[in-house]
């Protein structure tokens, strides 16, 4: 292998290039990331006021550990985003939402969902579906669960080696432009 390809790989696999990605994101977008960092502190504060109140048993505990991983990936696809993985945040974005609807079917005792995920016979990614199906019983807002549908849809996208999810691998107009590491368009 030549030493030029031996560098790009390197580069890519440490991130080297991340910085610059950044900080073209940064000049972009440096208000909404500082908005979705405020919000984020707002909302892990709440999480830690929530973990203490109600983690009472594994039932209870399992709840308030989906409410931290949908927390965690929340952040981890915002990191991604900031250095040019989107295909890889739409992924996590998609266990966001997945996992807000998890925390929801979980927190109500009467729906078998948790007893079924403890027994490995709950599929997370019908979560959405689920919630949509005990909407009344759930007391859900319709619009709300007609824009998480619509935003698993749309995410879903990048979770499989679609055409749209190459864009951050490469330039879709077939003029021959490749990314490997951290890119931003």
């Not at 580069?11 to 405020?38: C, M, P, Y």
């Amino acid at each position: 292998m030549e030493n030029l390809e031996q560098d790009l790989i390197h580069r890519a696999l440490f991130g080297l290039d991340d910085e610059e990605v950044r900080q073209h994101f940064f000049k972009n977008f440096g208000d909404q990331i500082s908005q979705f960092e405020t919000t984020m502190k707002d909302v892990f504060q709440r999480w830690l006021d929530f973990d203490k109140s109600f983690r009472k048993d594994q039932d209870s505990g399992t709840v308030v550990g989906v409410l931290y991983m949908m927390i965690v990936r929340l952040i981890q696809s915002m990191n991604l985003l900031i250095t040019g993985n989107i295909t890889l945040s739409g992924a996590a974005m998609r266990q966001v939402i997945e996992a807000i609807a998890v925390a929801i079917l979980f927190s109500k005792r009467e729906l078998p969902y948790l007893k079924l995920a403890w027994q490995k016979k709950f599929s997370v990614n019908k979560a959405v579906d689920k919630i949509i199906k005990h909407q009344k019983k759930l007391k859900l807002d319709k619009e709300a669960l007609k824009i998480m549908k619509d935003s698993i849809t749309f995410y879903d996208k990048f979770s499989h080696p679609t055409i749209l999810a190459m864009g951050d691998t490469m330039q879709l107009d077939g003029i021959g432009i490749y990314y490997l590491g951290a890119s931003f368009d």
